[in-house]
């Protein structure tokens, strides 16, 4: 997600606040809020991927993602 991207989105918010926003955008609006909230996502599990717990033993054990089971 590009910075002109979420300046749109944050247009788009206070249009809607302000005057309304029409049929189009607001389509347009959505999809622009997919699209930050997957690339938020994804950066979240990349930092959470390259991180891990310090044992007190001084032991590093990587986090694992749970099993849904």
């Known amino acids: 997600m590009d910075q002109s991207q ?3 989105i944050n247009f ?30 994804n950066g979240v599990k990349a930092t959470l991927s390259q991180a891990s717990f310090v044992e007190a033993d001084g032991s590093i054990t990587p986090i694992r993602r749970k099993s849904d089971g």
């Open 12 to 41: 788009l918010a206070k249009k809607s606040k302000s005057e309304g926003l029409n049929e189009k955008e607001k389509g347009e609006q959505q999809v622009l809020r997919k699209a930050y909230i997957e690339s938020w996502k």
């Open 6 to 8: 979420i300046e749109r």
